[in-house]
């Protein structure tokens, strides 16, 4: 039976949230109490409760895994014990804070690595986060809200869930929560309100948050489709796969790995990051700055769950075109042209040469000021080409 039970993939729950203090822990610890009462072995492997009294009282009688107890830098910490949870093999473990980065020597970097072992040991794992550490949101963040996010978590595992949950608080209730001492220290209070805890961080939070569960929701019913009749959703039907085309010094490769990332699992598409390597740029001859910045542009396109692809070759618009044709894309992403125009016109440049191609694909150019908020999935659905 233990054999068997192996081979099972644990399920995976995300509650998510647009900040601290809307209820995620809350709300695993009820699910938890209402597993155990219908006969479900379930672990509290880590819950952070922040010191929280309603949080704190809703553990009750729940079993808790103990924590490792780690000194690292001359300071005690605190971390899921693993092993002793795979040890243990609860049918259910509740793990709180999902992009926590854990304790260095420990087997895993990232407590989401955690998780994704327990799911292939057959555990099943409820977790959360909030909205703002998924990957691709990042530059989002960063722009809109001038939030610096360090913590994150790959848009492939989040994706990768059975059920994303949005725990939703309105923006005064969550302030009011913030100003009843029911989330920071009364010291903590008239910072948060003032820096991170604004109406309009909140307000463009929850939008994101809101947004991402929808996302989630088209990604579970075209898999219901897909199990059920073997095709894809009707609703996706004219879109296929997204492309990046990624040049080795463009200035902005990480927001056109986001805004590819968003667009691709808005609308449920497989993605790829395709670089052309042309002689000029082979190994032994391109600047070690030049490829350092590429090989970490493509790690983070491996993260958010792009499959990178490297041509080699002179005709870098042909071959991205070949490409596209080949694999099913419908849609490229790159960046602008920094050419001047002058010699545009003499001979035109790769950014011309898609989006002028003759194939039938569509063409998204993410200028130098592009905000990376900006959606363009309704362009896409009617079927405009940018440049």
Request: glycine share 6%; charged share 25%.
């Given at each position: 039976?233990?054999?068997?039970?192996?081979?099972?993939?644990?399920?995976?729950?995300?509650?998510?949230?647009?900040?601290?203090?809307?209820?995620?822990?809350?709300?695993?610890?009820?699910?938890?109490?209402?597993?155990?009462?219908?006969?479900?072995?379930?672990?509290?492997?880590?819950?952070?409760?922040?010191?929280?009294?309603?949080?704190?009282?809703?553990?009750?009688?729940?079993?808790?895994?103990?924590?490792?107890?780690?000194?690292?830098?001359?300071?005690?910490?605190?971390?899921?014990?693993?092993?002793?949870?795979?040890?243990?093999?609860?049918?259910?473990?509740?793990?709180?804070?999902?992009?926590?980065?854990?304790?260095?020597?420990?087997?895993?970097?990232?407590?989401?690595?955690?998780?994704?072992?327990?799911?292939?040991?057959?555990?099943?794992?409820?977790?959360?986060?909030?909205?703002q550490h998924l990957e691709s949101l990042n530059a989002v963040v960063q722009q809109t809200l001038g939030l610096a996010v360090r913590e994150t978590v790959p848009d492939?595992?989040?994706?990768?869930?059975?059920?994303?949950?949005?725990?939703?608080?309105?923006?005064?209730?969550?302030?009011?929560?913030?100003?009843?001492?029911?989330?920071?220290?009364?010291?903590?209070?008239?910072?948060?309100?003032?820096?991170?805890?604004?109406?309009?961080?909140?307000?463009?939070?929850?939008?994101?948050?809101?947004?991402?569960?929808?996302?989630?929701?088209?990604?579970?019913?075209?898999?219901?489709?897909?199990?059920?009749?073997?095709?894809?959703?009707?609703?996706?039907?004219?879109?296929?796969?997204?492309?990046?085309?990624?040049?080795?010094?463009?200035?902005?490769?990480?927001?056109?790995?986001?805004?590819?990332?968003?667009?691709?699992?808005?609308?449920?598409?497989?993605?790829?990051?395709?670089?052309?390597?042309?002689?000029?740029?082979?190994?032994?001859?391109?600047?070690?700055?030049?490829?350092?910045?590429l090989v970490e542009h493509m790690q983070m396109a491996q993260r958010m769950g792009a499959d990178v692809v490297k041509l080699e070759g002179t005709d870098v618009a042909?071959?991205?075109?070949?490409?596209?044709?080949?694999?099913?894309?419908?849609?490229?992403?790159?960046?602008?042209?920094?050419?001047?125009?002058?010699?545009?016109?003499?001979?035109?440049?790769?950014?011309?040469?898609?989006?002028?191609?003759?194939?039938?694909?569509?063409?998204?150019?993410?200028?130098?000021?592009?905000?990376?908020?900006?959606?363009?999935?309704?362009?896409?659905?009617?079927?405009?080409?940018?440049?």
């Open positions: 039976m233990s054999l068997v039970r192996a081979l099972v993939r644990g399920r995976l729950k995300v509650y998510i949230g647009s900040a601290a203090g809307v209820g995620k822990s809350y709300r695993m610890l009820q699910e938890a109490h209402e597993l155990c009462r219908r006969g479900v072995d379930v672990v509290v492997a880590f819950i952070e409760t922040h010191g929280r009294r309603e949080t704190d009282a809703q553990v009750g009688d729940l079993e808790v895994l103990p924590r490792l107890q780690l000194e690292y830098r001359g300071v005690m910490l605190e971390a899921l014990d693993l092993d002793g949870l795979l040890a243990r093999r609860p049918a259910v473990a509740i793990i709180d804070e999902l992009p926590h980065t854990n304790v260095p020597g420990l087997r895993h970097a990232k407590r989401w690595e955690d998780v994704l072992l327990l799911l292939d040991a057959g555990i099943s794992v409820i977790t959360a986060m909030n909205v492939w595992v989040l994706s990768r869930a059975d059920q994303v949950v949005n725990i939703d608080l309105t923006a005064a209730d969550l302030r009011q929560r913030l100003t009843e001492g029911k989330i920071y220290r009364a010291s903590q209070i008239p910072l948060a309100l003032e820096n991170f805890f604004t109406e309009e961080h909140l307000t463009t939070l929850r939008e994101l948050a809101l947004r991402e569960v929808a996302s989630s929701v088209d990604r579970e019913r075209e898999g219901i489709v897909r199990r059920e009749t073997g095709r894809h959703a009707t609703a996706h039907a004219s879109v296929d796969r997204i492309m990046v085309g990624m040049a080795s010094r463009a200035p902005r490769s990480s927001v056109l790995l986001q805004k590819a990332s968003r667009i691709a699992g808005r609308l449920n598409s497989d993605w790829y990051c395709v670089y052309v390597q042309t002689p000029q740029e082979r190994a032994d001859r391109i600047d070690p700055v030049v490829q350092r910045r042909g071959l991205l075109c070949q490409f596209a044709m080949e694999h099913g894309v419908s849609l490229i992403v790159i960046g602008q042209s920094y050419r001047p125009w002058w010699l545009r016109t003499i001979r035109p440049s790769i950014m011309d040469r898609l989006v002028h191609n003759r194939f039938g694909l569509d063409v998204q150019v993410v200028g130098a000021e592009a905000p990376p908020t900006a959606d363009v999935t309704q362009a896409f659905a009617q079927g405009r080409t940018n440049g």
